[in-house]
């Protein structure tokens, strides 16, 4: 299944569109069953709308379902204490209960964050590295992540 993506006048995202494993709950909808990279507004576990165009091509439309899960995407800088290393991003988050891919070709890590994740404790982290480590970016946030301290 596709997700049809509007670049930026910067030309980001660098797709015009992202390819997502799912698992089909019927002949229009789906479970996402992988994180994205590109796509924003949709997380892992969300539920999708479907429609099939004319060459055969299954296109998402719309999530129906939210899994209650976030998508961050992290870039962590080359000249940053990280080197880039997206491992080493993983390696960081994975202890707060978050799961995620690396994205070697446009140098990206893409977050699962669960809710049952130590939600303030990734957004700390988050911040305290966005100087020096990473820039970050929220694809698809809860309410619940919302609600957490501001500051």
């Given at each position: 299944?596709l997700?049809?993506?509007?670049?930026?006048?910067?030309?980001?995202?660098?797709v015009?569109?992202?390819g997502?494993w799912?698992i089909?709950?019927?002949?229009d909808?789906a479970r996402?069953d992988?994180?994205?990279f590109f796509?924003?507004?949709?997380?892992s576990?969300d539920v999708v709308?479907?429609?099939?165009d004319?060459?055969?091509?299954?296109?998402?439309?719309?999530v129906?379902?939210?899994?209650?899960?976030?998508?961050?995407?992290?870039i962590?800088?080359?000249?940053g204490?990280?080197?880039?290393?997206?491992?080493?991003?993983l390696?960081?988050f994975?202890?707060?209960?978050?799961e995620?891919?690396?994205?070697e070709?446009f140098?990206l890590?893409?977050l699962?964050?669960?809710?049952?994740a130590?939600?303030?404790?990734?957004?700390?982290?988050?911040?305290e590295?966005?100087?020096?480590?990473?820039?970050y970016?929220?694809?698809c946030?809860?309410?619940d992540?919302?609600a957490?301290?501001?500051?």
């Amino acid at each position: 299944m596709l997700f049809e993506l509007q670049q930026d006048d910067d030309g980001w995202p660098p797709v015009g569109s992202e390819g997502m494993w799912a698992i089909p709950l019927g002949p229009d909808r789906a479970r996402l069953d992988n994180i994205p990279f590109f796509v924003r507004g949709v997380a892992s576990g969300d539920v999708v709308h479907l429609e099939t165009d004319a060459e055969g091509v299954v296109w998402a439309k719309e999530v129906v379902e939210f899994s209650g899960n976030c998508t961050i995407r992290v870039i962590p800088y080359r000249d940053g204490d990280l080197e880039g290393d997206l491992g080493a991003v993983l390696d960081l988050f994975a202890p707060l209960g978050v799961e995620g891919e690396g994205l070697e070709q446009f140098g990206l890590v893409a977050l699962n964050v669960p809710p049952t994740a130590d939600l303030a404790g990734v957004r700390r982290l988050l911040r305290e590295g966005q100087d020096s480590r990473w820039d970050y970016e929220e694809g698809c946030i809860t309410d619940d992540w919302c609600a957490l301290d501001p500051a």
